[in-house]
């Protein structure tokens, strides 16, 4: 079999889910914009939808990445190898920290990759109500326009984060 | 057909009545809901990194990593549900909101920053 059902999990949590939550995210943010940038613009009830449906599918993909990379792929990553066995390829976390100059991949970037993603789920998750809610008012009234944009923002640079670290620990221990 | 979509029409020249009228509350408990469940993970982190409470394993796979987040959600969504029951009607603190959830959510970002932990 070319992928073993591992690495489709693997996958399907970063490329999937993961990558498909960045485009969301970034193609909401230049929606924002382009419909915010001119005071005297009023978008349609159709373009306020459109940026609602692309925010509820951002939000989706978050919870699937961050719920798929909890209690698919994580377990996969710290199984512990059975007593005797020297060949770590298939225990990642042991593997990283067989050796000093991989072991920051678990301390530092797969202690992040296990928090970060659930706090820009719950950020996406509330512009997505909020959006869901107002609708043109999201982007007619700054006030809603910027927080919204804020909060994305920083989701984005978030998601981006997390998976630049699971580039990283993917490199050197992949899941397959 | 959506809820706020009831009173627009695409020939409605400007935000229409029905999201003109919602006040700010709803998306401000939305908002600093969200910070806070953000913040709880982050104290959850830190208790975990300081051996002063881990939360107990809720699927053996994951490990205590089940037990923080579902708890985090857990907060979540209870801060969510009381904050809009009691903002829903409300108009105005929406600075405060911003500033609220701006602090929450750097602070639980700080929280999570594994760099911190050996300050603990």
Known sequence: MLFSERSIWTMLHGIGFGGGA??????????????G??????????????????????????WLTTLVGTYAVFPLYRAAPPEGVTDLAAYPRTL?????????LHSFAMESKEHVPWIAAMLVT???????????????????????VALLAVAFLLVSYVSLLGVFVNKVAPVE | MLEHDAHVTAATPAAPAAEQ???????????VAAGIGSLALGVLVLLHAAD???????????GGISGRTTFAVIA???SWAVLHRRWRVRDNGWRTAEAVTLALVVLSLLATLP??????
Not at chain 1, 40 to 57: D, G, N, Y
Not at chain 1, 96 to 104: F, G, N, V, Y
Not at chain 2, 21 to 31: C, N, Q, S, Y
Not at chain 2, 53 to 60: D, F, G
């Open chain 1, 37 to 62: 940038r001119e005071a005297t613009h009023v978008p349609s009830v159709r373009e306020a939808r459109f940026v609602t449906q692309l925010t509820s599918l951002a939000a989706s993909l978050i």
């Open chain 2, 21 to 31: 009228i919602r006040p700010l509350g709803e998306a401000m408990a939305a908002f």
């Open chain 2, 52 to 62: 002063a409470y881990s939360a107990p394993a809720l699927h053996a796979g994951a």
């Open chain 1, 96 to 104: 990283i920290l067989s050796a000093p100059e991989t072991a920051w």
């Open chain 2, 115 to 120: 760099l911190l932990w050996e300050v603990f």
């Open chain 1, 22 to 35: 960045m485009l969301a995210l970034i193609a909401v943010l230049a929606a924002v914009y382009l419909l």
């Open chain 1, 126 to 148: 509330a512009v997505a109500h909020v959006s869901w809610r107002y609708g043109r008012k999201v982007i007619v009234d700054s006030r809603l326009r910027r927080a919204s």
């Open chain 2, 76 to 78: 979540w969504l209870v």
